[in-house]
């Protein structure tokens, strides 16, 4: 017999231990997420794909299926608080889109465009974060590092390096590079790399590919990012 | 340096487990965490540079850049400004010729703030090199900064400074209670051990730590995991602001403590036990590493403990500065030398704790309480306190009351009693269980400390009407933006964003529109944080605002619009430059 789960009023099914994520993504359905990613370890630190699972709050990517759950996430109330968590996102670091060369590709844009974001709704913290410019290949600027571990996790998974760590505390955190200088061409990191290619922002680039594709022509330009997620994660072994 | 390292890593074992314990002792020999000891770490323990450098970012106590030789943190507790903190920093800042925040040129010495040493009842206080120093006022400081001066070693200075007093007010089951080394663990061999965990089942011992689990639960669902390695942790990080009681636990009843963690081995079948001390009482360390010597002497810990072949030890690790570390599995994370981030539940502790080996975590009073019971039978505990909250419990009690210290009182007492017992008068309300638990006005003083009603770690502070409510919630509110761990959104951003709404409205500048956003913005961390931390970050706002809300009121300025500066104010530099001050050189702002 196989268990079932009942997300927004829809019998979904799982295996054991399968989380609610894993589960919904097979079953066709969306839900928000930035730091989940089908490769990796699931971590739970953005909160975007939070659920109500039989009245509380949990994180959809870690919390595991169970049989007779009622999981609430396309609600009005949820996509709100999606919608704050998202704001936070943007006034915690430096994402001044129209000049970003990811505008488009951006996965932090694309659930912004998703939940209907329209402004900032909090104030800007301005935090002063220097570029690392120094590899050859690969950019970095940390202005738009949403902590997300995605390459901490695709560099030590996948491309078994361990070049990228968070860092600090609070609203101090920043992320850090493996190496004696602590500068990106000092690290292990290559243009093939995993980690080059995960993040969900503008924080890590690849130098000499910007706009090859237009602005206007971009994946979350004429695709909304529950399609284009969907199509991706659920081709993932 | 190369030797020092070296030394230090043989004496760690080179564990990295040890982490903090090695980072500790690098930061007391030069002040800071220098680069080259990050490179050499990394090299001898076989972990990335990365990962030290996050460790030490961190926790507040290690710092890459020198502090000085002597570094004065200054502890930032409501209960310390309202001690007149800030001018005794003031003044240390001026007799010591050192700004707030900075070290002085020679490198002598440093001053800062830090969150609450848990010296609330004999405040104001400081660490100095990590020992707490209480009681501060002008002479003690010009007697500290002549000792400066003279370069004397720390432990070459009278030993008053750093007198720590147990103030204990009023006593009940517990702390009335005897008990003769190795006697509650003869009393569970001699009942059965099964029986003992039958009989703290009976108790209706709920954890005492804050959260109130059935302990006897916690304890079974551990000992009946398959995985045969178990651990025995105890929680003695106490940062909730306005807690101090496990201080004068670990102080006065170690013995105790360490009987209940003993016993715990028993009934769980572990061979291993953590007491995990909170950075700022470094002056318990010794003493307490002194009474493990002795238990261990007398049979009572290590190998075939009282000749009955059981085997249990107990290492104690040092904190260095991090409220969130008293989360149970933040502090699983520190006590494995990394940085204390909570973890995704499930799976729990008792599953996957320490070394992900199924592990308790449990508070020093809990452990206490059990030693007790073991002897004394469950009936004897159940017998006090509520249906849903048996025995007592030891508050610390702070704030406007002359006589702030321990108080033992059963669980189900008004509030009001507590108030008469420690003689405070005059009263505008109380903090019950730190700012992470509810603050109540004075219309509630007939409600009971119990989990039914009012739970409590044991933080009870007292705030009389002279007191400035929005100022009590901008301290709470600020402690819990530096305590954050940063790994979430809503926290991370949350807490920052609360502190300077806050701010604004603290400073004059609100709206109405502030008072709203203040409100979504509480109940946004409090659904969404991934941790307790940030689940009640918003509690000294919200619990104020629903009883306060005309104070609240009161401190907005404009009602209709809310701009985040002052104008007028923002032009004083130019009219300053340009020398003139007339009504023409001011603005008028709507609302004025
Ligand atoms: C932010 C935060 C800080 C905490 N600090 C402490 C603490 O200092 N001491 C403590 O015993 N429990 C603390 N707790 C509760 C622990 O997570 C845990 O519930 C407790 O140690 C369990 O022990 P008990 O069952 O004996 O209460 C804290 C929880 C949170 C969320
Ligand atoms: S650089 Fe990108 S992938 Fe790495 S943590 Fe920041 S946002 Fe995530
Ligand atoms: S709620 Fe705060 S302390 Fe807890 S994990 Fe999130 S950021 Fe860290
Ligand atoms: S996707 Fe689940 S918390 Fe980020």
Redesign the pocket.
Known sequence: MTQTFMLDGLAIPFEDGQTIMEAAIAAGHYIPHLCYHPDFTPYGSCKLCNVNVNGKICTACTFPAMEGQTVISESEEQNTDRQRITQMLFVEGNHFCPSCEKSGNCQLQGVAYHLKMTDDHFNHQFPHREIDASHPDILIDFNRCIFCALCVRASQEEDGKDVFAISGRGINKRLIINSDSGQLHDSELTVNDRATHICPTGAILIKHTAYQVPIGDRQYDHHSISEVSMEQDSSAP | MNDFIVQLLEANGYRKTRLLAILRAIQATYFHIPKEAITLLSRLLGLPVSHIISVVDFYSFFHSTPRGQYDILFSDSITDHMQDKQNLMNYFSHQCQVGIGQVRKDGRVSLDNTACTGMCDQGPAALINGYAVPRLDRPKIDLIAKLIEQELPLAEWPETIFQVDDLIWKTGLLLNSRLEPGESLLAADARGLNATLNEIDQSKL????????K?AL?WRLCASEPEQERFVVC??????PG?FK?RVLLNRYADWLIEGMTLASLLIKSQQGFLYL?GEYLHLFEPLQAKLAERRRNGLLGDNILGKGWSFDIEICLGAGS??C???SA?IESLEGRSGI?RNRPPYPVTEGYLNKPTI????E?FIAAAHIAIQGGNWFAAQGTEQSSGTKILSISGDTPQPGIYEVPFGTPISAILEDCLAEDVLGVQVGGP?GTFISNREFHRRLAFEDLPS?GSFIIFNRQRDILEIVRNFTHFFADESCGFCTPCRVGTILLSEQIDKLYDGYGSVGDIVALQELGHLLKTNSH???GQ?AANPMLNTLARYPAIYQSKIKFPHFGPGFNLDEALQAARKIAHRDDSEAHLSQSGD
């Open positions: 709920r954890g005492r730590g804050g959260a109130g689990f302990t916690k929680n003695a990080d106490e940062g909730e807690t496990d909170r409220y969130i008293g989360e149970e502090l909570a975590v449990d508070n020093v809990t992470s770690g941790c307790g931390l009640t």
